[in-house]
């Protein structure tokens, strides 16, 4: 406390004898306390003031301490300002300082009072001694009104100088200004700038204070720069013109937690989910997570893409919401209407943090892994950017060099009044794949360092594709591009693409997509060719089926070998190993090549070749036609595999397109046939007619093909390994092994399986001591070896089993229903059990029968426990053709195209239009039919509209098919009549720790009464 005068110190002493524990803080610079804290006048002095003459409690504060904390003459210089009511009665009473009539920058005096405690706390940023130099210019005096045009007229230069500014002229001049001449008549400024003094380096200059639009740069949240127009608050000096200060957009945001609405459903009703989202001072949530090492930003672009960029660049148009709950929804088709909805604000920064966190598990944080610049870019996704089904991955690139990402969403589509698509960034699938985009733009580098290799267009465009709809399906198991409403945004159209089966034409345009290599076309059609390593990528991850009717092996079976895995291999190749794709200009070699670079990733992750991973990738890419080639692109042999269908459920989302039924735990490669038919069941006491269909799935003959048979008693977890079966075995105790010397290629052992050779059965003895209590069905196992094939020198095993269990449909006194559940982990596990009963009809009940109860069920280690179950069903027939109605058509061909020809089919995704003739129980409904004509065994497949007759299940309509002569599709509108047999079936599935290892299906057979050819 040196700066201080005597009558300072002589006021001090009496505040202190007033009050001993008042406190005050000095500032030397200004001389004058700060801060002074204690009983400065008593409630009895104020009370009367506080509501009604604040400015008289400040009069009377100077005349006490006026000089303590300012000028001698403070009652002249410091004037009040206004009251706040602050909390109960307390009060702040605000007050400026002022020299010649000119306010002081910074120069403010605050009291605090209440009535309880009187003035209690004064702060200060008053001066007491005060010079104001004369305002003058070289000698002359300045003219404050001639220097405020002057300053304008610069604003207004610096403002059009600017490219950014000269639009923002623009924009503004036509969006004009509302209800403020003021701003118009001083545009860029927003008022006539004010005279102030200005404390600089000990003294005092005359300043003019204004806002203004400016191009500015300013520092964001996230520490980079960012260049944008704003209305900044600048201060300039009045006299020489010069800029002392100019602030930019500033914020402190405070992380908080919030939640919206999806565009998703679950049971009826829009999913929440859970936000990450910023609060500015106590403002309005703004959609910002802060919570990785770089920011997701979501923005609402208000309708259009239109200077989207503009607003990315300045951080502008964040997603905002009052009190944190983005909880606006909509099924309006107005475009006003969803631009107001949240959901999509709501699933891109969900989506963002998800997909943010799956890929840095994988080492890659956001969209380029900070690899080019100081700091990583930011992730920023728009919202909103109008009415279209469409979304896109773009960046822009600053003068620097650096490279920034962003995703764009449209708000769907409608037609006829109605969402056909809906929010495009509420499918999980889109939301994936526009992702992907970033990923793969930052993940390939071109010879100078810099991302972008894999180009927009041609086959490095078709690679580009076929990565982001891989990755969709990997991450959120969407195979549909986009998914089916309520799991993806396809509400009442079809998707663009199916990556499961490309060639189907039940897509929005009707038209297919490649899913072989010698199928390509020209590289100008990118996204059809897309789908020849999406497709690829599918079979080896998810699990599949390929079908080639023009190849010998019409099918090639992939079993999965997991989407995480075969992400995991994908990821490595695209950020580490696609710098080496071919040139763009080299054309169909660049996917030849990535396909090699993702075999590479996956040899290296394993350590070899002998993992699952790489044997799937491998069968993939060669049922794609993508392998093998030699170094010139010459297509080499890939050699004889043998393989069978694995169950169904393995292959579920190839089924609906092959024909087969959802038996989701058979494999139509393996079963009993004892002359009657195919069976899943076996007779006790005798022997059975055991057939394996061995498909050599390769381009070279085997031989010595073995087949080995297991069986144990029917369960939904049973032991990995075949060691922990018995094997089957026939009367006389011999083991069940089916050999086929010469397995040529393309070939089966045996093509129908309603009559197969006798040759190929082996004789199945089960002894009626293997039925216990609690067992009366069985699964079985078959195992394929084949010594010296080259294809089969690996780790992954080649096994088909079948979990099957049929019944007559007589339910007359209920069915009982008995399996295993098992745990073969050495550790206590919970009992995840899931029951799929969706293809029963309405009036079916289901019960559990013990023992015990299934609720928080546990399972020891090695424990093994019989299930009991019962279904009750109605005994009327008509009952049973009640929805749904996927299931097996056996029929005719009526109209003039292949008249009389009959056919085997299996009819999926069934909706039920509208009754048609209601009393005689006729109704309209639509679906998948796909299937093969008997006569030349010719695939067939399209949609089916047409009338089912729900008391005998006739069927009568019209089938848009199309079928494939070497690779070229040909449509045919044909007319049929059939017999419809509902697929009614009843799947337990187990999971251990989550992962789904096992499940036995219950087929309720229907009474023999169908059309036969
Ligand atoms: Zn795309």
Redesign the pocket.
């Given at each position: 406390m040196e700066n201080i005068t005597r009558l300072q110190r002589q006021t001090l002493e009496r505040l202190l004898e007033r009050d001993k524990s008042a406190s005050v803080r000095w500032n030397d610079d200004r001389g004058a306390a700060s801060v002074l804290s204690g009983k400065l006048m008593p409630p009895g002095s104020v009370r009367n003031d506080l509501k009604e003459n604040p400015e008289a409690i400040l009069k009377a504060f100077l005349e006490e301490f006026g000089s303590l904390i300012g000028p001698k003459n403070s009652s002249a210089s410091i004037r009040f300002v206004k009251v706040n009511k602050v909390k109960g009665d307390q009060v702040r009473i605000r007050a400026m300082q002022v020299a010649k009539r000119i306010p002081i920058h910074g120069a403010s005096l605050v009291l605090y009072a209440s009535a309880k405690r009187g003035v209690f706390r004064a702060q200060s940023g008053c001066y007491r001694n005060v010079k104001v130099p004369p305002l003058e210019y070289r000698g002359k005096p300045v003219d404050i009104e001639q220097r405020e045009r002057k300053l304008r007229r610069r604003l207004m230069r610096t403002l059009s100088g600017d490219k950014r500014g000269a639009r923002f002229i623009k924009r503004k001049m036509k969006a004009g200004f509302g209800e403020d001449p003021i701003a118009e008549k001083n545009f860029p400024l927003n008022a006539p700038p004010v005279h102030w003094l200005y404390p600089k380096k000990g003294e005092f200059r005359h300043v003019f204070r204004l806002n203004a639009y400016q191009p500015i740069e300013w520092l964001g949240v996230n520490g980079e720069l960012s260049a944008s127009i704003h209305m900044v608050d600048m201060v300039v000096d009045l006299v020489t013109g010069r800029q002392l200060h100019q602030g930019g957009p500033i914020g402190v945001w405070s992380d908080v937690t919030a939640d919206g609405l999806s565009t998703l459903q679950e049971s009826g009703s829009y999913i929440t989910r859970p936000l990450l989202a910023v609060r500015e001072d106590m403002a309005e949530r703004l959609l910002v997570n802060r919570t990785n090492s770089t920011d997701i930003f979501t923005h609402h672009a208000g309708g259009s893409d239109s200077g989207l960029e503009t607003k990315l660049q300045n951080g502008t148009d964040l997603s905002t919401d009052t009190d944190g709950h983005w909880n606006d929804t909509t099924t309006s088709c107005t475009a006003s209407d969803r631009e107001d909805s949240q959901q999509p604000e709501t699933d891109a920064h969900f989506f963002a943090q998800e997909a943010y966190q799956y890929y840095d598990a994988l080492g890659w944080e956001g969209y380029d892994n900070g690899e080019w610049g100081a700091a990583a870019c930011d992730v920023r996704v728009a919202a909103h950017i109008g009415i279209d089904d469409n979304?896109?991955?773009w960046r822009w690139v600053d003068g620097s060099g650096r490279h920034f990402g962003y995703l764009a969403f449209y708000d769907g589509e409608c037609s006829g009044g109605s969402i056909a698509m809906d929010f495009m960034v509420g499918d999980p699938g889109i939301f994936a794949?526009?992702y992907q985009?970033a990923v793969t733009y930052f993940g390939s580098v071109d010879s100078a360092g810099d991302p972008g290799y894999l180009e927009i267009d041609g086959w490095h465009r078709a690679i580009?594709?076929g990565l982001?709809?891989s990755a969709a399906g990997l991450r959120a198991e969407t195979w549909t591009a986009p998914g089916l409403w309520p799991n993806g945004a396809c509400r009442n159209n079809l998707p663009f693409r199916r990556i499961e089966y490309p060639r189907s034409t039940d897509t929005k345009s009707g038209s297919g997509y490649v899913d072989h290599y010698d199928d390509r076309v020209s590289a100008w059609s990118p996204?059809t060719n897309s789908t020849i390593l999406s497709h690829a990528l599918f079979l080896a991850g998810q699990g599949g089926v390929h079908e080639r009717t023009s190849r010998a092996a019409e099918l090639i079976p992939v079993p999965g070998a997991g989407n995480a895995d075969i992400f995991a291999i994908m990821h490595d190749a695209v950020t580490d190993r696609f710098d080496s794709i071919p040139a763009n200009s080299t054309g169909v070699q660049t996917m030849i090549e990535a396909a090699n670079l993702i075999l590479d990733a996956a040899e290296d992750a394993a350590g070899g070749v002998r993992s699952c991973e790489y044997v799937m990738l491998r069968r993939a890419f060669y049922a794609v036609g993508l392998y093998p080639f030699d170094s010139s692109y010459v297509k080499q042999n890939y050699g004889g595999e043998a393989c069978m269908l694995p169950w169904t459920i393995s292959w579920r989302h190839s089924r609906p397109y092959l024909g087969f039924p959802a038996h989701w735990w058979r494999s139509p490669d393996l079963f009993i046939n004892n002359g009657s038919g195919v069976e899943y069941d076996a007779d006790v006491g005798v022997e059975n007619d055991l057939f394996a269909r061995v498909r050599n799935i390769g381009d070279a003959d085997l031989t010595n093909v073995v087949v080995r048979f297991y069986f144990r008693a029917h369960g939904t977890a049973l032991p990995p390994s075949s060691t922990a079966w018995k094997p089957c075995q026939d009367s006389s105790s011999t083991d069940c092994v089916l050999t086929i010397p010469t397995l040529a290629a393309g070939s089966m052992n045996f093509t129908n399986p309603a009559s197969p050779p006798a040759s190929q059965a082996v004789k199945w003895y089960l002894p009626a001591s293997e039925v216990v209590a609690g067992v009366d069905h069985f699964c079985i196992r078959a195992e394929i070896e084949c010594a010296g094939a080259a294809n089969h020198d690996n780790d992954c095993p080649y096994r088909t089993q079948s979990n099957v269990s049929y019944t007559p449909l007589s339910l007359a006194h209920g069915l009982e229903i008995r399996f295993m559940v098992a745990n073969w982990l050495d550790e206590l596990i919970p009992l995840e059990l899931e029951i799929d009963d969706r293809s029963m009809p309405k009036g079916v009940e289901l019960h559990f029968a013990g023992p015990g109860s299934l609720k928080g069920r546990r399972l020891k280690p090695g424990e093994e426990v019989p299930l009991r179950w019962k279904v009750e069903a109605p005994t009327k027939a008509a009952a049973w053709f009640r929805p749904p109605y996927d299931g097996a058509v056996v029929g005719q061909i009526t109209g003039k195209i292949l008249k009389g020809a009959w056919f085997d089919a299996e009819l999926s995704g069934v909706e039920t239009l509208k009754k048609r003739a209601p009393r005689r129980g006729v109704v309209l409904i639509e679906g998948f039919l796909a299937g093969h004509i008997r006569r030349k065994n010719r695939k067939l497949q399209g949609r089916f509209k047409g009338e089912l007759n729900t008391r005998d299940g006739t069927l009568t309509g019209t089938w848009n098919t199309v079928w494939y002569r070497r690779g070229k599709p040909y449509y045919r509108k044909l007319k049929i009549k059939a017999m419809l047999r509902p697929t009614r079936a009843i799947h337990f599935a187990q999971r251990i720790k989550g992962e789904l290892v096992g499940g036995v299906t219950y087929t309720l057979r229907w009474p023999d009464k169908e059309r036969r050819g």
């Open positions: 979304a896109y991955f794949h526009e985009h580009h594709e982001s709809d996204y």
